[in-house]
């Protein structure tokens, strides 16, 4: 069991970037895969990014392969969602969720841990 604490969110202009943090608790956690979603007001949890347990592999929808990059640092139990050239529409509490094993889950109900999550608020 792992437990996830999100950080890095905030008050953001338009065009900026930003990088979230994901730090876990817990043993094991290079054997972890880990997603970062988002979900916005009204709208569904969407998946931005997914990184497996060691590292190199990763997966992206086509909606987020241009601005987004995930990474990990297996030594510091943190992976990063780094998001580059920010709009409004970008606005939503963003999670990082976390599931054990090989595979890079790709659906939301895939992820049985989750943080709380942190707000991203980009203005104009």
């Known amino acids: 069991q792992v437990q996830l604490v999100e950080s890095g969110g905030g008050l953001v202009q338009a065009g900026d970037s930003l990088t979230l943090s994901c730090s876990a608790r817990?043993?094991?956690?290079?054997?972890?895969?880990v997603g970062w979603f988002r979900q916005a007001p009204g709208k569904e949890r969407e998946l931005l990014a997914a990184?497996?347990?060691?590292?190199?592999?990763?997966y992206f929808p086509d909606s987020a392969k241009d601005r987004f990059t995930i990474s990990r640092d297996n030594a510091k139990n943190t992976v990063y969602l780094q998001m580059n050239s920010l709009k409004p529409g970008d606005t939503a509490v963003y999670y990082c969720a976390a599931k054990y094993g090989l595979r890079i889950p790709v659906e939301r109900d895939e992820y049985p841990y989750w943080g709380q999550g942190t707000q991203v608020t980009v203005f104009s």
């Open positions: 990184i497996s347990h060691s590292g190199p592999g990763t």
């Open positions: 817990g043993r094991l956690f290079s054997s972890y895969a």
